[in-house]
């Protein structure tokens, strides 16, 4: 393995709420909706040498509305409808299609890529040769902030109101100590402080 000196850093992306409008079970290409001023985020992150990785839970496939593959589609036209509003190319897509109440039995797993575990994290720092503690990982819920703070990343809340709903399923309570480095209203005004706070 690298030494630290040569590791990249990241920023994770939690999908729905933070890059795309969250909608309810978003499985179709015509459902994607890409959030105001994302793509020039997204740009100015990969300019300061940032990684783009989203890390996602999807619960769409343990319910059995879409296929692993399925998704795979979706988040390659995602990535292409980024791109022609001027956005970089993400660097990949992590997510974890487990729930513990899964309808199709193969996916009703305690796993460790369910956020708030930081199985996707971890995984993809392995991947790319990560520096976690120069990393940062945003999102909207809870959960976000408990994954990338138990992977060692700076924790940003985007406060898009789904921070306020209870908490989705987990295989363990949530610290409700745990705050994020940062909170702000959306994925610009968190580049804006990531490129600040490096």
Same mark, same amino acid.
């Given at each position: 393995?690298?030494?630290?000196?040569?590791?990249?850093?990241?920023?994770?992306?939690?999908?729905?709420?933070?890059?795309?409008?969250?909608?309810?079970?978003?499985?179709?290409?015509?459902?994607?909706?890409?959030?105001?001023? !994302?793509?020039?985020?997204?740009?100015?992150?990969?300019?300061?040498?940032?990684?783009?990785?989203?890390?996602?839970?999807?619960? !769409?496939?343990?319910?059995?509305?879409?296929?692993?593959?399925?998704?795979?589609?979706?988040?390659?036209?995602?990535?292409?409808?980024?791109?022609?509003?001027?956005?970089?190319?993400?660097?990949?897509?992590?997510?974890?299609?487990?729930?513990?109440?899964?309808?199709?039995?193969?996916?009703?797993?305690?796993?460790?890529?369910?956020?708030?575990?930081?199985?996707?994290?971890?995984?993809?720092?392995?991947?790319?040769?990560?520096?976690?503690?120069?990393?940062?990982?945003?999102?909207?819920?809870?959960?976000?902030?408990?994954?990338?703070?138990?992977?060692?990343?700076?924790?940003?809340? !985007?406060?898009?109101?789904?921070?306020?709903?209870?908490?989705?399923?987990?295989?363990?309570?949530?610290?409700?100590?745990?705050?994020?480095?940062?909170?702000?209203?959306?994925?610009?005004?968190?580049?804006?402080?990531?490129?600040?706070?490096?």
């Amino acid at each position: 393995m690298s030494s630290p000196a040569h590791f990249s850093r990241a920023v994770f992306l939690d999908r729905d709420g933070v890059i795309v409008e969250d909608v309810d079970w978003l499985i179709q290409p015509g459902q994607i909706r890409v959030l105001p001023g !994302v793509p020039e985020a997204l740009r100015r992150l990969a300019g300061a040498g940032f990684r783009l990785i989203v890390a996602t839970n999807q619960p !769409v496939v343990a319910r059995g509305f879409a296929t692993e593959a399925q998704l795979e589609t979706l988040h390659a036209a995602m990535d292409a409808q980024l791109t022609a509003g001027g956005a970089p190319p993400l660097d990949r897509f992590y997510f974890c299609p487990h729930h513990p109440n899964a309808t199709l039995p193969a996916y009703r797993v305690i796993c460790d890529c369910r956020k708030p575990r930081p199985g996707l994290l971890l995984r993809a720092a392995e991947d790319f040769h990560l520096d976690l503690p120069a990393s940062f990982m945003i999102g909207d819920r809870p959960t976000d902030i408990a994954a990338g703070a138990a992977a060692g990343c700076r924790t940003i809340l !985007v406060q898009t109101g789904k921070h306020l709903l209870a908490p989705i399923q987990t295989a363990e309570p949530l610290d409700p100590g745990l705050k994020p480095d940062w909170t702000c209203a959306d994925l610009p005004a968190a580049a804006e402080w990531i490129l600040k706070n490096p």
